[in-house]
Nanobody, 127 residues
Framework: QLQLVESGGGLVQPGGSLRLSCAAS????????IGWFRQAPGKEREGVSC????????NYADSVKGRFWISRDDAKNTVYLEMESLKPEDTAVYYC????????????????????WGQGTQVTVSS
């Protein structure tokens, strides 16, 4: 079975940067399109970004466009989320998941359009 493990979260000051990793193990042949999601306290989980199986397509939520960048290294079975100019409102638990929507080229998937999830990594943006 495919397993996803997120890492790279932490405490960062506003304006700072972090790079999150989503490492796959197990049946990595099932590592298709991947989405990043986040859930802040008291809020619903939301889609942040996605990247297609080939890496050709990616998409971003409006709230993170121009600040976050998604990439994948299939040789390492890892998908990355580079986050810059972080804001306090970016504080959340960040998750990666298999994107089953087949429409990452057009829109970030919703949490309902996903398969296997990782356990999440906490990102806290605070001074």
């Amino acid at each position: 079975q495919l397993q996803l493990v997120e890492s790279g979260g932490g405490l960062v000051q506003p304006g700072g940067s972090l790079r999150l990793s989503c490492a796959a193990s197990g049946f990595t042949s099932e590592l298709n399109a991947i989405g990043w999601f986040r859930q802040a306290p008291g809020k619903e989980r939301e889609g942040v970004s996605c990247i297609s199986r080939s890496g050709t397509w990616s998409n971003y939520a409006d709230s993170v466009k121009g600040r976050f960048w998604i990439s994948r290294d299939d040789a390492k079975n890892t998908v990355y989320l580079e986050m810059e100019s972080l804001k306090p409102e970016d504080t959340a638990v960040y998750y990666c998941a298999v994107d089953l929507s087949q429409r990452c080229s057009r829109v970030v998937p919703t949490p309902a359009e996903t398969g296997i999830w990782g356990q999440g990594t906490q990102v806290t943006v605070s001074s």
